[in-house]
Structures are given as structure tokens and as C-alpha cells.
């Protein structure tokens, strides 16, 4: 269990030699979720042909089988064993159904690797034989792109993700986190059903289980980049952006929205599904790489804010969502956890003041001179050395408050900080 402080009340790929604006460049989703799937369906035949897996117990998000002797396709190969990876509590109905369906699909069919290079590695799962698109997506850990080593604290050796303040392997505990917001806001978001997995599979080797994150795979019409802003409504941006200002997605762009079509046929709109979540809710230290490229200059950013989504806002609670996620996912760093409640201060500061998304996503956002601080950036600065003036010498802080969700004054100075750069720049 973590004990936070209250909330004040209102009063192994290696791109250590690309420069931060190639890496945003480079950066993009590793999954472009087409309507063309003829080159998928044949190669799920391929494999089909290949393989033929035993049974596998559906209700857990542990896929737990025992590997091949050399590849020997009978049934006895496979151990029926499987366990809940996801801490303090039980798996959705949803998140159950989609462990079933991947184990069903299995049985018949491998893992096929969708991308290479600087995404990391992404698997497809399918589920049975009648289907020709997949039903899920599987992100391992050990796969998760990352630009260069070091050594941390605990002198352990960690590599260092592909935006600030992220480490490579923690992606897929970052997806899942989403995933555990959205859910936590009855869904308000969107976001595909995401859990967290071990699988074990001949495709990797006799002795090799891993542990990623696994997704719900959407049938889309496209990703948003295939459209103009004019197909996405006012109410469907601000979804989506309100969810990266929450999360402080790093990564953000047109090609993770996906376009999918909508009940209505008298309407001419498509609906936003996010994906690709794993850049975000980086270290609050390191909140330099706010990345918002797909909504930023959409003119519906610019539209203020329905009741619902202020009734949204006013609804979040910072405290309560980490206690959830710290304890479905007692990895995640505590920085993380910080990160999420300085966006939260932010988000229900602004809307007291009637700011737009637009402003908001500025305040959060490094301007064309990647080299500058946001202005969240210089909060957060401030906030610190003030934290730093009011403690004794023993208790200053050097490089950063890592304990700040702890620390009740670093809050109420944050909030206070907040509402002076509005008044200053926006009254």
C-alpha cells in the first residue's frame, strides 16, 4: 500500500546519435492498423499449417506453456497452467475475454512479429481459424526500444526509452496504466482493453517467457493521418486530448489515432481509438517532451470545454487513481505516479480559469526551440526551489524531491505556483 498526501484543497535499438527533433521525427507507431489484411491472412495460414497447440486454461492473463521438444506438434507438449500477472485485484470481463480468445487462437496459430527497427517489437495474435485479421497485440518487455545504458541508482544497469524520463521495459506497464484510467472513468477515453501477460513460445525458444502488454486489437477504417480534421468532432478531440494531457503522452501524433467508422450513417464523422501509449508518464523530473502533434493545431482545440468534460475534470481524482495503479502495478516509479498528479493539478487549475485545450496543451509543451522549457517545466522549477527555501539545510533537495507524492508542501506550493502563471498570462 502507498500512502500519499491529499491533494491541497482549491483555495535494444540504439539511436544515442539522432538529435531530439529526428527522434520525434523517427518515432511512430509500430502499428498501422490497415483495412488490407490479404498479406496477413496468408501468412496466419502459413503458420496454421505448422502448428497445433493443446488446450489452454482461458481465464488468466498468464498464457503459460511449456515448450516443444523439438517442435513436436502433439498435444501432451503443453502444461495447462496460467496465472494472474496484474497485482490487488481481479481482471475485467473484458480484459478475461480477450486472454480467452488469444488462448483459443493459440492453440493454431504463432505469434506473428508485426515491426522491426525503432518502435520495438510487436506481435499480432490471432484468435480462430475463421478470422483473417488479429484479435490482439502483444508488446514484450525485452524488446522495448531503447537509445543507451546506464547505470541507476540501486547500480543495477537500465536503458534509457526513447523519449525523457523513460526506461526501456516499462512501456508495457505504462499501456496497461492507461488502460486502468480509462476504466477507472467508466471508459470515457476509449482505450482498447490492455493487460499484462507472459507467454511462453517456441517462436522465442525452448526456455524463453515473456512478459508484455497485450492489447485489443481494433478494425479501423485508418489512422487519423489518413484524414482531415473535419471527419473528428469537437467532443472527440477533446477526448482524446484531455486523455494526453492526463497522461502526459510523449508521443502523440496521427498515426496512433485510429479512424474507425461510427453507427451513425447519417453522419459523415469518424470515431478516435488511442493507442500506443507505452511513451508516457515519463519522470516528473523530466517533462520535456510533451508531444501533442495530433491535435495541437486542430482548430477544435481551440473550442471550450462541454460541461461534461468539465464535469470530467472536476470528477478526477489524483490520489485515489495512484492508489489503484500503484496497486495493480507496484513497478511503476513513484515519478511516474508524480508525474500523473502534477497534470491533474494542472488540468482542474486551468479549467477554473476557462482555458482551452489549446492553452493548456501549450502550457505542457516545449515551443519550436526544442532547447527551452515549457512553462510547466519552469512550474515544476520553481516549485522546487521554493520546497527547497522552506526546509532546513539537511532537508534541501539536490537534483529532485523524489519523494514529492509524500511531501504536502510541495503540492500546495505547486498549486499555488499554477494559479500565478495563469493569472499572469491568461487574465
Same mark, same amino acid.
Given at each position: ?263 451513425? $450513417?447519417?453522419?459523415?464523422? +469518424?470515431? %478516435?481509438?488511442? /493507442?500506443?501509449?507505452?511513451? @508516457?508518464?515519463? !519522470? #516528473? ?64 487549475? $486551468?479549467?477554473?480559469?476557462? +482555458?482551452? %485545450?489549446?492553452? /493548456?496543451?501549450?502550457?505542457? @509543451?516545449?515551443? !519550436? #526551440? ?58
Amino acid at each position: 500500500m502507498i500512502s500519499i498526501v491529499q491533494s491541497p484543497k482549491s483555495h535494444n535499438h540504439t539511436l544515442s546519435h539522432f538529435n531530439d527533433e529526428q527522434v520525434n521525427k523517427i518515432v511512430r507507431s509500430p502499428i498501422f492498423q490497415r483495412k488490407n489484411f490479404e498479406s496477413l491472412q496468408k501468412q496466419q495460414s502459413e503458420v496454421q499449417k505448422n502448428n497445433d497447440f493443446s488446450e489452454l486454461v482461458g481465464n488468466s492473463t498468464k498464457v503459460d506453456l511449456l515448450p516443444l521438444k523439438k517442435l513436436d506438434v502433439s498435444k501432451d507438449c503443453y502444461a495447462k497452467k496460467a496465472s494472474n500477472l496484474l497485482s490487488g485485484g481481479n481482471l475485467d470481463i473484458r480484459q478475461k475475454e480477450l486472454i480467452r480468445q488469444v488462448n483459443l487462437g493459440l492453440q493454431k496459430t504463432s505469434p506473428k512479429k508485426c515491426s522491426q527497427g525503432v518502435g520495438g517489437g510487436v506481435y499480432f495474435l490471432y484468435g480462430n481459424s475463421s478470422q483473417s485479421h488479429p484479435i490482439a497485440v502483444f508488446k514484450p518487455m525485452d524488446e522495448e526500444a531503447a537509445q543507451d545504458e546506464y547505470v541507476g541508482a540501486d547500480s543495477q544497469p537500465l536503458k534509457r526509452g526513447m523519449k525523457a524520463g523513460t526506461l526501456a521495459g516499462e512501456g508495457a506497464l505504462k499501456e496497461v496504466a492507461i488502460y486502468q484510467i480509462d476504466q477507472l472513468h467508466q471508459g470515457r477515453f476509449k482505450v482498447p482493453v490492455t493487460t499484462l501477460v507472459e507467454i511462453c513460445h517456441p517462436l522465442w525458444g525452448s526456455e524463453t517467457k515473456k512478459i508484455g502488454s497485450l492489447q485489443e486489437y481494433i478494425f479501423s477504417e485508418d489512422t487519423a493521418e489518413e484524414f482531415g480534421y473535419s471527419k473528428f468532432s469537437t467532443n472527440d478531440i477533446h477526448r482524446i486530448g484531455l486523455l494526453d494531457l492526463i497522461i502526459f503522452n510523449l508521443d502523440r501524433h496521427s498515426g496512433n489515432l485510429l479512424a474507425v467508422a461510427t453507427d451513425d $450513417s447519417d453522419s459523415d464523422h +469518424l470515431d %478516435l481509438v488511442p /493507442i500506443d501509449h507505452s511513451l @508516457s508518464l515519463p !519522470s #516528473s523530473d523530466q517533462l520535456s517532451e510533451a508531444w501533442f502533434d495530433a491535435w495541437l493545431s486542430y482548430p477544435q482545440s481551440r473550442e471550450p470545454f462541454s460541461q461534461k468534460d468539465l464535469e470530467l475534470i472536476e470528477s478526477l481524482d489524483a490520489d485515489s487513481i495512484i492508489q489503484q495503479l500503484h496497486s495493480k502495478l507496484p513497478k511503476l516509479k513513484l515519478t511516474s505516479l508524480e508525474t500523473l498528479k502534477i497534470t491533474i493539478s494542472l488540468l482542474k487549475e $486551468s479549467v477554473k480559469s476557462k +482555458l482551452t %485545450l489549446y492553452q /493548456i496543451g501549450q502550457i505542457m @509543451s516545449r515551443s !519550436s #526551440s526544442l532547447g527551452q522549457p515549457s512553462p510547466l517545466e519552469k512550474i515544476v522549477l520553481q516549485t522546487n526551489q521554493k520546497l527547497s527555501n522552506n526546509k532546513t539545510p539537511n532537508q534541501c533537495i539536490k537534483k529532485h524531491n523524489y519523494l514529492k507524492l509524500f511531501n504536502p508542501m510541495f503540492w500546495s506550493l505547486l498549486q499555488n505556483e499554477i494559479q500565478i502563471y495563469i493569472q499572469n498570462n491568461f487574465k
